[in-house]
């Protein structure tokens, strides 16, 4: 990317990857320089393809986001099929959301993920303040989720710029072109900045989200309905997780929560992990894993859990012959 694009990465390269059939999805984290203000390589992409099975660049964004970027860029996309279209979700540093025509187009010489419709997430009355300004506008660098025609993403920034106002919204995705004026099905402001994703669960048609502040808020998805928050006391870097009717999320401080995925706040156990937990937990096979700046942990209930069928038994018993560690 830097050699070969012109991107300019600012503080780290951080972004997971999506792959859509044949095609690489990613964000070049293209930003600022060390001054703060300037940016050395507007005109390179922010957001491109690549063939997964070369890594032969295919192409690049057309929404021209370098000259706009307020400090950098870290969001990971999505995908989401609307009317029969696959679309690409991404946060962008100008604090736009973006959904990109999956399929790549050749203009001329060139070959462009077209932008099919982006959305503002900064309210206009915030513009007045000079960013990184706690009331200003902030960049996304949350993983847009797609859910029902509707994506879901909230702003932040870099959290060494600290905490600040920041805003949740709720975009119908089945619109086209930009859609700041028409697109929002419902927005909730009074969340701080958050560079977390939000989960949903399906059953209950509830979401979740934590914000910088330390706060995990719960909603009605459909309607932006606030039920509660719950306050961990400390930052939040990871994102919550929704699984067996259970929301898990870990702290700066190492605190480790389970709540109940329910319109009513419920605690349903804490720990403290001896270290920050800057990760969202992940959920797979029964069995939790949560990854502390110090270890990473396995939890699991030894009375529902069952070995998988397609994994060897093994003797964790060194001392014992044919015991492995």
Known sequence: MIDQLGVFPHNASNCSVLIVDDLVYACTSNG???SHVNIPSPNSPSFIALNKKTGEFVAEDDAHIGPHIFH??????????????????????????????????????????????????NPPERKKFKYPAAEGVSEINATPVFYKNRVY?????????????????????????DITQTGKIWSYDKIHRSISTVSIDPNTGLLLVGDFSGFVHCFDAETGKLYWTHDM???????????????????????????????EKKVLSEVNL?????????VANGVIYVASNMHLYAFYDAARHAPSSDQPKVDVNPNRPGGKK
């Open 153 to 177: 993403v909230a702003v932040g920034q870099d959290p060494e710029h600290g905490e600040g106002v920041g805003i949740l919204t709720c975009i119908d995705a089945t619109r086209t072109g």
């Open 32 to 34: 600022q320089d060390w």
């Open 233 to 263: 006391k400390a930052h939040m870097w990871g994102s919550t997780l929704v699984a067996d009717g259970k929301v898990y999320c870990g702290d700066e401080d190492g605190d480790f929560v389970v709540l109940a995925a329910d319109k």
């Open 72 to 121: 950098g860029q870290w969001s990971s996309p999505s995908m989401g099929v609307v009317n029969g279209r696959k679309l690409v979700f991404f946060g962008g540093g100008d604090g736009y959301c973006y959904a990109f025509d999956a399929k790549p187009v050749k203009e001329r010489d060139s070959t462009y993920l077209k932008v099919a419709w982006k959305y503002d997430c």
């Open 274 to 282: 001896g270290a920050p937990v800057y990760s969202t937990p992940v």
